[in-house]
C-alpha cells in the first residue's frame, strides 16, 4: 500500500564508492523527483522526470545520474561518494495538473565514511 | 536569489494552545504556497495548500494565511496536540515549474 517507497533506508559506505538509490510510486503520477535534506534539515530538489523526460535538472554534480526506466521508477546513482554527499535523499512524486500535493517517500540516509 | 525561508527555527506550545508557524517568501512568481510536515525519519507529509490568489484556507484544524503584500504565509494549528510535534515546513511552487521550493523548517514542540 505504499505510495512512494526507496530502498535502502540505510546506506553507509567509503568514499569513493558508487551507489544507488531506488525508488517506486504506485500512485499513477506522472512526475518524479529527487531532494536532497542536510544536516540542517534544509530541502533541496535535485532532478524531476515527467513521463521519463528529465525536465529538472539543479546545479548538481555530474556524479549524479538520475534514471527512470518507466514513469512509476526513478533511481539515482552516485558515482565516486564524498564525504559531502552525506545527507537524507527523498523521493517524490505527483502529477501534472492535479493537486499540488507531492507524495515524498521515507528518504534514504546515506553517510559516506 | 529567490528564496522562502521561516522567522524561527524551533517553536515551544503547551498542548492544547494554538501554534502559528510564518514564513516568508520572495518569488512574486509562486502560483501555490503549501505546508509540509515532516515528523523523525519520515518523508514530508502534505497538509494544506493555497493558491496565490487567495489570503486565506481552513482544513481540519488548520488554516494558512497569506499575505501577498509582505510576502508572508502563515500556519496556524489549533488546540495543537502532541501528534503535531514536528517539523514544519513551507513550500511555494513556482508558476511553470513542478518542483517545490523550500524553507528552512520550524521545529514544533508541543508540551504535554
Known amino acids: 500500500d505504499t505510495a512512494v517507497s526507496q530502498t535502502p533506508k540505510y546506506l553507509v559506505t567509503q568514499m569513493g564508492n558508487d551507489k544507488s538509490i531506488k525508488c517506486e510510486q504506485n500512485l499513477g503520477h506522472d512526475t518524479m523527483y529527487w531532494y536532497k535534506q542536510d544536516s540542517k534539515k534544509f530541502l533541496k530538489i535535485m532532478f524531476s522526470y515527467n513521463n521519463k523526460e528529465l525536465i529538472i535538472n539543479e546545479t548538481v554534480p555530474n556524479r549524479f545520474s538520475p534514471k527512470s526506466p518507466d514513469k512509476a521508477h526513478l533511481n539515482l546513482h552516485i558515482n565516486s561518494l564524498e564525504l559531502g554527499d552525506s545527507a537524507v535523499y527523498f523521493c517524490?512524486?505527483?502529477?501534472?495538473?492535479?493537486?499540488?500535493?507531492?507524495?515524498f517517500g521515507q528518504g534514504t540516509r546515506l553517510t559516506v565514511v | 536569489g529567490e528564496s522562502v525561508g521561516l522567522h524561527l527555527p524551533t517553536l515551544s506550545v503547551q498542548e492544547g494552545d494554538n501554534s502559528i508557524i510564518n514564513c516568508a517568501y520572495s518569488?512574486?512568481?509562486?502560483?501555490?504556497f503549501i505546508w509540509y510536515k515532516q515528523e523523525s525519519g519520515k518523508g514530508p507529509q502534505f497538509i494544506i495548500d493555497?493558491?496565490?490568489?487567495?489570503d486565506k484556507r481552513q482544513g481540519q484544524r488548520v488554516t494558512v494565511l497569506l499575505n501577498k503584500t509582505v510576502k508572508h504565509l502563515s500556519l496556524q494549528i489549533a488546540a495543537t496536540q502532541p501528534g503535531d510535534s514536528a517539523v514544519y515546513f513551507c513550500a511555494e511552487r513556482d508558476t511553470g515549474r513542478r518542483a517545490l521550493t523550500f524553507g528552512s523548517g520550524t521545529r514544533l514542540q508541543v508540551q504535554p
Open positions: 518569488n512574486s512568481a509562486s502560483d501555490y
Open positions: 493555497i493558491r496565490s490568489n487567495m
Open positions: 517524490a512524486s505527483s502529477q501534472v495538473g492535479g493537486p499540488t500535493e507531492a507524495f
